[in-house]
Every structure is written in structure tokens, then in C-alpha cells.
């Protein structure tokens, strides 16, 4: 049997059934012994090479007393396995120059804490996101 790449343009048919096929896309695939998407699927589980595991993401109205504000973000149920690393963000008027921090409970449920730079009762939107990067750890 003839590989593609020992093939030259001329002795390749000008369309195939799905159209006109170079013979640089036919080198392409060149090598392949099963159906590509099967191979790209098992390439793609999650929890593997950087894809995570579970994720989840949100944003809260976190409303201030003087400095500080908090709130308690439910996660959604049976989400996560080990409790999953959190980042937040939030915006608010630049001048109070607001940040948020937060801390993981558990696999249902995170703490998130926003700070002021001067007292003031002010509403802050903060936006988290959960991630577990294994079934077996948060980080991957």
C-alpha cells in the first residue's frame, strides 16, 4: 500500500466524497490507525494535561459595614470531590480600592471576604472561581 506522503499531487484524485483534498491535508493524516475524534476524545478527559476536573464560578453582591463585608457561596451539590482552589476578583469604586480574599470550607461551600481601603458602606460585586484540577486533588 501507497502512504499519502509517498503519493505526488498528480497521482491523487482531484475530489474525494467530502471535496477537494491537497495532498499537504492528506499528510495530515497520515499515520492515523483509528478514527481521529475517538483519539482527540481520549486526548481530552477531564483531569488530565491541564483540563480540570470540576469547576465552578459565580459572582456575589457583597455589601460593606465600615472596612469589611463577607458572605458564605454555596457550591453546587455533588460538584466536587476534594475542596477545590478559589480565586476571586471584585470591582467597586476605585477610590475605596476594594479586594477580595477567600477561603475554601469544604467541597459545599466557600467563605469570601472583601476589604475597603477606607471605611464606607459600599456594595462590591465579586466574581469567584472554583476549580479541582484531579478527582483525587485540587491542584493539578
Same mark, same amino acid.
Given at each position: ?6 503519493? @505526488? &499531487?498528480?497521482?491523487?484524485?482531484? =475530489? +474525494? /466524497?467530502?471535496?477537494?483534498? *491537497?495532498? !499537504? ?30 469547576? @465552578? &464560578?459565580?459572582?456575589?453582591?457583597? =455589601? +460593606? /459595614?465600615?472596612?469589611?463585608? *463577607?458572605? !458564605? ?68
Amino acid at each position: 500500500m501507497t502512504r499519502a506522503r509517498d503519493l @505526488a &499531487s498528480s497521482q491523487l484524485p482531484a =475530489t +474525494t /466524497s467530502v471535496g477537494a483534498v *491537497s495532498s !499537504t491535508e492528506l499528510q495530515f493524516v497520515d499515520g492515523v490507525t483509528s478514527a481521529l475524534q475517538t483519539q482527540l476524545d481520549a486526548k481530552a478527559v477531564a483531569g488530565s494535561g491541564g483540563i480540570p476536573f470540576r469547576m @465552578a &464560578s459565580g459572582t456575589v453582591a457583597i =455589601t +460593606t /459595614s465600615g472596612f469589611t463585608g *463577607s458572605a !458564605t457561596v454555596t457550591l453546587p451539590s455533588g460538584r466536587f470531590t476534594q475542596t477545590p482552589n478559589v480565586t476571586a476578583s471584585c470591582n467597586s469604586p476605585s477610590f475605596f480600592d476594594p479586594y477580595a480574599m477567600t477561603t475554601p470550607q469544604s467541597t459545599t461551600s466557600l467563605d469570601l471576604r472583601v476589604r475597603l481601603s477606607a471605611s464606607s458602606t459600599q456594595t462590591v460585586t465579586v466574581y469567584w472561581n472554583a476549580v479541582q484540577m484531579t478527582s483525587g486533588a485540587s491542584s493539578g
